[in-house]
């Protein structure tokens, strides 16, 4: 989430046009304080009985957890991009993802 906050004015052109959205199966508590507390400038929500996870197909094998994996979704509501799994310590798939940013709903 780190690298997301550190490259949201660049990828995501600090939220004009953007919703960046991070969902997870963590309490919602724990998630507003972890987002306060690292001052991200994006949104999180709670998906605690991991239903949008087996929408997805973002649930891991181990029952209760899920995968990292990243959509874009264009404005008309369809998935533009999928990196399942998203690899956020290969500095490409930043690269990609920008270019999927850039070129949703085209």
Known sequence: MDAYRDQY???FKNGRGVVL???SADPDTALASWARD???PFLFASDRGTAVARQYGALAEDPGLTNRN???VGPDGRIAYRA???REIDPSA???LGAAI???GR
């Open 9 to 11: 004015a660049m990828l």
């Open 21 to 23: 959205i991070a969902i």
């Open 38 to 40: 690292s001052e991200y």
């Open 70 to 72: 990243l959509f874009v």
């Open 84 to 86: 399942v799994p998203f």
């Open 94 to 96: 930043y690269e990609e």
């Open 102 to 104: 850039r070129n949703r």
